[in-house]
């Protein structure tokens, strides 16, 4: 499935380098370096994935989230936060804002492109009873 997804991450290489791994597989994708600018293009590009950094200058990507979260267009978009913070309390946090996946840096690109697939592609069971 063709998904549009929007890389939001300060780090140029590593954004570039999920922006380029989501392209290897077909979905549209843009790139963004900071939180304004994201929600800036999310006006006219409404995306199915986001890869969020969580820490950025100027807006960090909890702030970003839940500003993102505001949208009712984005109500069906998977947030992924992807960070090298590895404690427990910003994994709540993000969790609390709103992010539905959680990983840290150096991130392994074909577990990323895995759980977008399999999160798009879960077939309710009682699709599957039926």
Known sequence: MREKVLVIDDDFASGNTMKWAMEAMG????????GRSALHEIREFVPGVILCDLKMPGML???VCEKMKADARLKDTLFIAQTGLNSNQSKQRALE????YYLVKPIDVNALL?????????TPLVAMIK
């Open 114 to 122: 895995e759980l977008v697939y399999l999160e798009r592609e879960k």
């Open 27 to 34: 979905h549209e994708v843009r790139s963004v370096q900071d």
């Open 97 to 100: 804002v709103g992010f539905n």
């Open 61 to 63: 990507g909890y702030e």
